[in-house]
């Protein structure tokens, strides 16, 4: 296969830059095709954690092409910094590409979107109040301005000032809150879409470039920021983020055929997390939950909340397969099981008195949902700790992997025990 998608199976935080980082050695090029600045992708090589929020994971290669797609909320002022973080670190990111239909993000859609937590008080969906659903909104208001935009200047200006003092309006009227500094805002946009120019390029251009990589047989990882449960659409609305995360997202994101695509491969924590609100079947709330949280270190990149944990759920794991066609799994974080006496992993749900293996839609059900378990051995830290292959791993923790596969159909064909490049395990070789 030529092109591999990469998507986050649950709800996010799966370690989807840390094996888009590993398999971008083999690839050719990198394409982020969904999302904002809300993702955060941690990736450690050598002992150097660089966190990565809207550049590709490929970036720390420097002969990978990566390219920023067009379904990408981007907010100028949060890439900038970003490549001078990665500067700072001594990474370039002249290879770096950004598709001018992406829409653009304005200090009034992170004001926006910091008020409407605020009003929803204890209902709130948990956003990183990054701006982000207020973009797409604007987006499918018809109301959203793109980096294709700037290119004509007075009309930019002009669109944007009137965006400006009608987003002014909302929040000092319904809000009750201060507006925005209208020449200010324009300021500050302009000149941070100004040091941004060199990296767009047009969308016609970045699809011809992906279509004729994919002729010329060139490797090609897609790069999912999110995850399956948090797409607005298949994930566990209204708490979900206000794009595709899944497979499908691809070809909205880049402007691809579903028909350009290989295969898809879905990033599986051995355990289950999420951060922000609604159902959790399986989530801890007793030491164990803790301890998995603290042995894992499971805060977010982009916000650093402590994430709620639990069991792995097959469930909805399941689900997710089904709705990404997810042909092979990168199983990360088992390292972070060890020392556990008894793992557990969720076959099924209870709904008064039935056994349900159906990822129910509504969250009234989800709620309702009691997780029916099968429990495994564990094992030790430093078992995990000795082993340099796949086949030095303890026996438990292989049968856990064993397990997995027996329950999903799919084969887990990288397996992680650790953050470093050293700790990836691969049983299979995905960009052939």
Known sequence: MSNLVIVGAQWGDEGKGKITDYLAQKADYVVRYSGGDNAGHTVEVDDVKYKLHLVPSGILFSDKKCIIGNGVALNPMSLLKEIEYLNGLGVEVKNLQISDRAHIIFPYHIEIDKLKEEERGDKKIGTTIKGIGPCYVDKAERSGLRLCDFKYIESFIEKLTKNIKKKNKLIESYYNATPLDVEKTLKDSIEALEKLEKYIVSTSSVIRVLKDAIKANKKIVFEGAQATLLDIDFGTYPFVTSSHPGAAGICIGTGLSPYDLDAAMGVVKAYTTRVGMGPFPTELFDKTGDFIREQGFEYGTTTGRPRRCGWLDIVMLNYSIDVNGISSIALTKLDTLSDIEKIKICTAYEVDGNEVKLFPS??????????????????????????????????????????????????????????QRQQTFMRKEMLK
Request: glycine share 6%; aromatic share 6%; hydrophobic share 35%.
């Open 362 to 419: 509504s969250l009234e059900e989800l709620k309702e949902c009691k997780p029916v378990f099968i429990e495994m051995d564990g094992w030790s830290l430093k078992e995990i700790e000795k082993a340099s292959t796949y086949e030095e791993l303890p026996e438990n923790a292989k049968k856990y992997v064993k397990k997995i596969e027996e329950l999903t159909g799919v084969n887990c064909d990288i397996v992680s025990v650790g953050p």
